[in-house]
């Protein structure tokens, strides 16, 4: 369990890195999951959590012989619409001043994952997702 604020995240994910590193050494090769951990608790505390200071996230990781299985649930606001974002691509090929600050999000961690799964019960978002170990199949 971890405080829905920048430093948890950042302190979350070390100890996350130590300690796969301590049990199961090179069981994460090749697997963006950092990347998809990192994504989707930032949008936790800057979104959901951004009116709760207070707020709570609990992260549950299971590796697995296909990939990496999360649970993330909040105590924070219910996404929009009561589902993830579409997370549509941006089209990057213009001037860098022209891009959004936002929305390349979703679009990587739509991409990088299988089975994403959202609810909202008893006040609180349980998300989860599959990083697989190859998305060809």
């Not at 994504?39 to 707020?55: K, M, Q, T, W, Y």
């Not at 549509?88 to 936002?102: H, I, K, Q, S």
């Amino acid at each position: 369990m971890l405080d829905a604020t920048p430093d948890s995240v950042s302190d979350c994910l070390r100890k996350i890195r130590a300690e796969i590193e301590q049990q199961a050494p090179g069981v994460d090769q090749g697997l963006p999951w950092e990347l998809v951990v990192a994504e989707v608790l930032n949008n936790i505390v800057e979104h959901a959590c951004r009116d709760r200071p207070s707020g709570r996230i609990i992260v549950c990781l299971a590796f697995r012989a296909t990939g990496l299985f999360a649970d993330f649930t909040d105590d924070g606001c219910a996404m929009p619409g009561q589902c993830p974002p579409e997370g549509r691509a941006v089209a990057v090929d213009r001037a860098p001043e022209t891009l959004p600050e936002g929305g390349f999000g979703w679009f990587l961690i739509r991409s990088l994952t299988t089975d994403l799964r959202y609810r909202r019960a008893e006040g609180a978002n349980h998300l989860s997702l599959t990083v697989p170990r190859s998305l060809d199949g």
